[in-house]
């Protein structure tokens, strides 16, 4: 597992190269494999990429290839204000040309426990029955406690092995959601963080200072097995690590 921190002038910047690197990764799965499946974080950090992804670059995608799912979603029906689902289509779905079977949302207007269950179905039929679905990115978040997806710490999410999906209850959230596991996440050819702002300046440095897993900050268990992390960050983000 190989890491890779790149720190960019603003949230910007990281939006306009995160564009540039899902475009590339699309291109080398529809070359190889003749289709691009791409997992999306819900969030603010990420409404700005699939923003430059739906105008400045859409015709760079072959939107016809490509199957899009998510890291996770709340439990909420899809035209919710807090649906990841509702974000991603205001602001790229809506859009491009990505066929509606393409579109793999988590029905977070289900039953949590029924939702992630129709939600590991759905794996299975994408990628078969042949092992861990291996996504070709992964765009994933880190929350100020240093949650990921919604796997939040300390959680009994954290040690699940064997389903794909899982509902999970958010105690200080007061609220379910649906999201994938560490061993689907880890079995990914790349994960993409998407980190910005001063407000996650003391996330980072916990991450990078001891780069050991650490259940307190489930981002930290984020450690692709065959694939590679790219973290891109803003100077406001990456303010208090060491030599910044
Ligand atoms: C969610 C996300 C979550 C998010 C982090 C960071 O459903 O909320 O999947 O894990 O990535 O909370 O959120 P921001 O991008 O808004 O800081």
């Avoid at 080398?28 to 992804?53: H, M, N, Y």
């Avoid at 579109?103 to 939600?119: C, L, W």
């Avoid at 794909?164 to 990914?188: C, D, G, H, M």
Wanted: aromatic share 8%; with cysteine; proline share 6%.
């Amino acid at each position: 597992m190989t890491d890779q921190l790149c720190v960019l002038h603003d949230s910007e910047a990281v939006s306009i190269r995160a564009a540039s690197l899902v475009i590339g990764r699309s291109k080398i799965a529809q070359d190889s494999k003749g289709r691009f499946t791409l997992a999306v974080s819900g969030g603010s950090t990420p409404l700005r990429l699939f923003e430059l992804l739906g105008t400045s670059f859409r015709k760079d995608i072959d939107w016809e290839r490509v199957e899009i799912f998510w890291a996770d979603e709340r439990c909420v029906p899809p035209d919710h204000k807090d649906s990841n689902y509702k974000g991603a289509h205001d602001s790229l779905l809506s859009r491009v040309d990505i066929p509606p079977e393409n579109v793999h949302r988590i029905k977070g207007e289900m039953p949590p426990e029924e939702g992630a269950g129709e939600y590991g179905e759905e794996l299975l039929r994408c990628f078969g029955n042949s092992g861990l679905p291996a996504f070709d990115l992964v765009i994933l978040g880190v929350g100020q406690d240093g949650h990921t997806a919604s796997l939040f710490p300390d959680a009994a999410s954290l040690s699940e092995e064997k389903r794909f999906a899982i509902p999970v209850y958010v105690e200080k959230l007061q609220s379910w959601r649906i999201t994938l596991t560490l061993p689907v996440l880890n079995n990914a050819a790349a994960i993409l963080f998407l980190v910005t702002g001063r407000k996650k300046a003391g996330i980072l440095r916990e991450i990078f200072e001891n780069r050991e897993k650490n259940p307190e900050y489930p981002v930290s268990l984020i450690q692709p097995v065959h694939g590679e992390a790219i973290w891109l960050v803003d100077r406001e983000a990456s303010s208090q690590l060491k030599g910044m």
